[in-house]
């Protein structure tokens, strides 16, 4: 893999990883924010969609470009499994055992449920995920034959999330797709033995950007389906609670990514167009009399969702807001869309 080429390239990628890190969070924040406020059916059902959601558009996409689509159907999808997440950030193993049998495991911590997070979450929230993805690989690939075992969940105090994909010799139900199997245990990881990515044609910059994507895709699917499952109304209200909790919590780690500190309005005007410079975002920043107005041209993370709603921008709106209270005490902040809630956001700041 190649290094750097400059320091630029250096602190664009730090700028990078602090987005990452910030819409990691509000997706996590969002689904303990559904647990809390309408409890753990509904956000079961919520992370159900999302994960069939991202499993529909992603899975066969992502074999293809990972260089996986000529595998046996079991060794495809736990090995898509480990790739996929190891280019998130997240900690995870891959074992083959046969053509018909290949394990992933998530140990600890946990990259989705980071910190004491862990703690909000109900196991029944962690089923729906493997059933709205795992369970459904077997079906995309047209081999009803294979399912997902699950052996451990981390949420219900075992020492991470494992299981395998196993091709039986009969089709499955649908309820045969996902099943535990809590007495067995995942053989030991091997490095070694572990697929990796073909270094020429993932370059340090690519797994970069991917890195960013990888945490921004999560909120990209959850805001249309809390708006298609919840309603614009009570989806918009969970959208922006959870921006603005994220953004107060994270802003000093995020600044500090970018190279701010907290400060008056200026100070966030600064940090706001670097913020959607980050996020491959078009703005023009302004000033006058003494209130800086910032031109939000595109917003990169909903381009092309064809259920994109404007309650969807409470996401974005609530986390200004946050990180603005969060840089300094009483920073006036306003959005305005255009008709419809459709580009450009005028930010008004100060």
Request: charged share 20%.
């Amino acid at each position: 893999m190649t290094g750097p080429t400059n320091t630029s390239d250096e602190a664009t990628w730090t700028r990078w990883r602090s987005v990452a890190d910030l819409y990691h969070a509000y997706f996590t924040g969002l689904i303990l924010s559904t647990v809390t406020r309408r409890g753990t059916a509904d956000a079961a059902e919520f992370m159900f969609r999302i994960f069939r959601r991202q499993q529909q558009e992603r899975f066969l996409p992502g074999l293809v470009k990972l260089g996986l689509s000529g595998l046996p159907p079991a060794v495809a999808a736990a090995q898509y499994h480990y790739l996929s997440n190891w280019i998130g950030g997240v900690s995870v193993e891959y074992m083959y055992e046969s053509d018909r049998k290949a394990w992933i495991r998530y140990p600890p911590p946990r990259w989705i449920w980071r910190g004491t997070a862990i703690c909000g979450v109900p196991g029944e929230v962690s089923r729906a995920m493997l059933r709205g993805w795992h369970a459904n690989n077997g079906v995309s690939l047209g081999n009803p034959r294979m399912g997902f075992v699950c052996t451990k969940q981390s949420v219900d105090g075992q020492d991470g999330l494992e299981g395998y994909y196993c091709e039986y010799d009969h089709d499955l139900d649908i309820d045969q797709r996902l099943v535990f199997a809590r007495h067995l245990e995942a053989p030991l990881f091997d490095p070694a033995k572990a697929p990796a990515l073909p270094v020429d044609s993932w370059p340090k910059a690519r797994l970069e950007k991917a890195y960013r994507n990888y945490a921004m895709e999560y909120v990209r699917t959850a805001a249309p389906v809390a708006v298609q499952l919840f309603g614009p109304v009570d989806a918009g209200y969970l959208l922006h609670l959870t921006g603005k909790l994220i953004g107060m919590q994270y802003f000093d780690e995020v600044s500090a990514g970018f190279g701010l500190q907290r400060g008056d309005a200026r100070a966030f005007a600064e940090f706001l167009g670097v913020l959607f410079a980050a996020q491959d975002d078009i703005v023009e920043i302004s000033k006058s009399e003494g209130q800086f107005e910032i031109r939000q041209q595109s917003w990169k993370l909903m381009d092309g969702v064809a259920d994109n709603n404007a309650a969807c921008a409470r996401a974005l709106q609530g986390l200004v807001e946050g990180l603005a209270a969060g840089c300094g005490r009483n920073i006036p902040i306003a959005m305005t869309p255009a008709r419809g809630g459709a580009l450009p956001f005028i930010w008004s700041v100060g």
